[in-house]
Nanobody, 115 residues
């Protein structure tokens, strides 16, 4: 079955960086778009970035120029490099894939930006 496992979250000071990873299994990774979402305290889940199977990337306006999504098809892993982090980036970050007509989610990884 489809499994998505995130890692790399933690506590970081404002202006710092983190790299999140999401290891995928159970489907042909290279054939599917992968996305990162986040859900902050008291907020709805929102799209952060997406990587299409053809490597086209998209970003939410609030992360453009600061975050970079990338993927390694040989490792079935998608990454989210987050630079210039702000306190408002504090959230649980989720990896997601839409496979066989259903959206799958990882368990999430907590990112806290605080001094």
């Amino acid at each position: 079955q489809v499994q998505l496992v995130e890692s790399g979250g933690g506590l970081v000071q404002p202006g710092g960086s983190l790299r999140l990873s999401c290891a995928a299994s159970g489907f042909t990774f290279s054939n599917y778009a992968m996305s990162w979402y986040r859900q902050g305290p008291g907020k709805e889940r929102e799209l952060v970035a997406g990587s299409a199977a053809g490597l086209t990337t998209t970003y939410a306006d609030f992360v453009k120029g600061r975050f970079t999504i990338s993927r390694d098809n040989a490792k079935s892993t998608v990454y989210l490099q987050m630079n210039s982090l702000k306190p408002e980036d504090t959230a649980v970050y989720y990896c997601s894939a839409y496979v066989w007509g259903r959206r799958y989610w990882g368990q999430g990884t907590q990112v806290t930006v605080s001094s």
